[in-house]
């Protein structure tokens, strides 16, 4: 009986170690990791009148993000493509013949083998190419972090996603003209300036595309 209470907690004692090897990575619920932008927004006066200017909203105009607070949706659409190919070619000939046939005083059969030839040849050839392509579309909802004098809005949004053992983080910030803002309060992310836009993967699926740091360290050390 005692051998197997001891079977028994060997067995949780295995599996409480797993779990602690591999423990499952969380959704950040409270505050967002990403950094937030300066808040630049004018003072709030209290001076009685019906008509407040940080607070105004148009009776009719759709609703879109204008204020602190106010959320947008921002169609993430970026393609970005490059190419490069360079050639280079030289080719170099050079010949040289002499001979001499006479000398006073000396007999011409000395000069039977008096000839001298010389021949050069170089040649050059190269050629590269670069080829850089990016495509990264989606959708995201960011929230107004800050107005600036001129009215352009900062915005910067997070979304994570967990599922099992993998959490997929989408961080986007950038600086909004609201002009360039569509109605149904949605913007694509090339009308915005000083686009950051970071996606990222924590969990067993993102560990598993690293190299080791075993692996990194013949990588650094090794002169090839």
């Not at 008509?51 to 959320?71: K, M, S």
């Not at 050639?87 to 001979?99: E, N, R, V």
């Not at 495509?135 to 967990?162: C, M, R, W, Y």
Request: net charge positive; with cysteine.
């Amino acid at each position: 009986m005692r051998i197997q209470h001891l079977a028994v907690l060997g067995a949780v004692l295995n599996l409480v170690g797993c779990s602690t090897l591999n423990p499952a990575p969380k959704v950040d619920i409270a505050e967002p990791t990403y950094a937030r932008a300066p808040v630049v927004v004018e003072p709030v006066v209290n001076n009685g009148a019906i008509f407040q200017a940080n607070q105004y909203r148009p009776l009719f105009e759709d609703h879109r993000a204008r204020l602190v607070g106010d959320t947008i949706t921002v169609q993430i659409v970026e393609k970005v493509s490059a190419s490069q190919k360079s050639t280079s070619s030289i080719d170099k000939t050079g010949k040289l013949s002499a001979s001499v046939s006479a000398l006073p005083g000396v007999s011409p059969k000395a000069f039977a083998r008096a000839t001298a030839t010389a021949s050069s040849d170089n040649s050059f050839e190269g050629k590269g190419s670069t080829e850089n392509t990016n495509d990264f579309s989606g959708t995201i909802t960011a929230t107004v972090t800050g107005v600036l004098p001129n009215g352009h809005l900062l915005i910067a949004g997070e979304k994570q996603i967990g599922v099992n053992h993998n959490v997929d983080v989408l961080r986007f910030s950038g600086q909004v003209d609201p002009r360039a803002i569509q109605p149904g309060n949605s913007v694509q992310s090339a009308q915005i300036a000083n686009v950051r836009i970071e996606h990222r993967g924590r969990g067993a699926q993102a560990e598993a595309q690293g190299i080791g740091w075993l692996g990194r360290f013949f990588l650094n050390v090794l002169p090839i």
